[in-house]
């Protein structure tokens, strides 16, 4: 087990870092992702210190159903960059068991071509509970992985529920992945994720589901008519891709960069940059509002005798949140 990084570790954590070290970017990561509160002030101080120069990377954010294909494109997308010059990180979430916290963690097994690409980082997290696909600290890791030199950042959700909501304010282009000859997909996926998705691509347009592909990508683009624009400046294109064939890939690639070129020219490519820090403060006020919950015995107890009374029918479940809510605001 390496050794616990501590404040004065981080200015040689972050040199590595810089050198591109994967040894060490995984290291940082396992540090900004430790639930020990002892670690948050060096955790804090390395993502201050690494974010301190401006990002040039394009994040990129996936999500869609388990067995849509999400590793197979990211590891052709990722290879197809590579060999282009790209430097890839990806940034991959299990769901994690309810009961023990555990997860599989198998996106290096799924994507071993991209894992042993000597300008590709993969690393696997457990999403540990949280709701939106992605885990507490994923604007941290994304952070260190531009630090560490990676040109390209792409964020795969867990892909359970399709709620994957909030990796859509930690990335550039969020993309929903639907799978061809699945049945009536378009029914099975919730307005609002469609309504963030800065494309939708259809998975395995391949062989006998060459038809089929072409059927779901026109019920979908007829779909997203209906649907309010995320951004004016941009309408979401719906387009075909195997992973397996490598069709689709290169045109994929090519409409994330009209779609950064379009922004940037506008002014929005910076601005949703900005919109970002501010999503992401607003998380890290949520939680640690939840953790003094947690870390404070007095209102650990008033919010044990709230639950009580819940669930004995004496208080409403709004009328508790409010008095525990009281309780924290006149401490």
Same mark, same amino acid.
Request: hydrophobic share 45%.
């Given at each position: 087990?390496?050794? /616990?990084? %501590? ?39 390395? +993502? ?24 197979? !494109? ?12 790209? /430097? ?67 964020? &795969? ?30 029914? %099975? ?29 026109? &019920? ?28 689709? +890939?290169?045109? !994929? ?13 506008? %002014?929005?490519?910076?601005?949703? /940059? ?23 015995? &007095? ?11 819940? /669930? ?20």
């Amino acid at each position: 087990m390496s050794p /616990r990084v %501590g404040l004065a570790d981080v200015p040689a954590l972050l040199g590595e870092i810089r050198t591109g070290r994967r040894v060490a970017l995984g290291r940082a990561i396992t540090l900004v992702e430790s639930s020990r509160p002892e670690d948050r002030s060096a955790a804090e101080a390395l +993502v201050a210190s690494a974010s301190s120069v401006p990002s040039q990377a394009f994040r990129l954010g996936m999500t869609g159903p388990p067995g849509v294909g999400k590793s197979t !494109l990211i590891e052709m997308l990722g290879l197809t960059l590579c060999e282009a010059g790209h /430097r890839v990180a990806v940034v991959a979430f299990d769901p994690s068991s309810v009961r023990t916290g555990g997860s599989i963690l198998g996106d290096k097994t799924r994507m071993q071509g991209l894992a042993r690409h000597p300008s590709a980082f993969i690393r696997p997290s457990p999403s540990r509970g949280m709701a939106g696909g992605v885990g507490r600290r994923t604007r941290e890791a994304i952070v260190l992985c531009e630090a560490a030199g990676y040109d390209w950042v792409i964020v &795969e959700t867990v892909g359970v529920g399709q709620s994957e909501t909030l990796v859509a304010q930690l990335v550039d282009f969020f993309m929903v992945l639907v799978m061809a000859g699945s049945g009536d997909s378009l029914q %099975g996926i919730k307005r609002g994720i469609l309504e963030l998705a800065d494309a939708v691509i259809v998975t395995k347009a391949d062989g006998t589901n060459v038809e089929r592909a072409e059927r779901t990508r026109a &019920e979908h683009a007829r779909a997203l008519t209906l649907m309010p624009r995320r951004l004016p400046q941009w309408a979401p294109p719906v387009l075909k891709c195997s992973a397996q064939s490598g069709a689709g +890939v290169d045109a !994929l690639l090519e409409t994330m960069a009209t779609y950064r070129r379009q922004l940037e020219g506008a %002014g929005v490519w910076a601005s949703q /940059r900005r919109d970002q820090l501010v999503a992401a403060m607003w998380t890290a006020i949520e939680h640690g509002i939840k953790d003094a919950i947690a870390s404070d015995k &007095e209102i650990a107890a008033k919010v044990a005798s709230s639950e009580t009374a819940v /669930r004995e029918g004496k208080l409403s479940p709004e009328a508790a949140a409010r008095l525990v809510v009281q309780g924290i605001l006149v401490r």
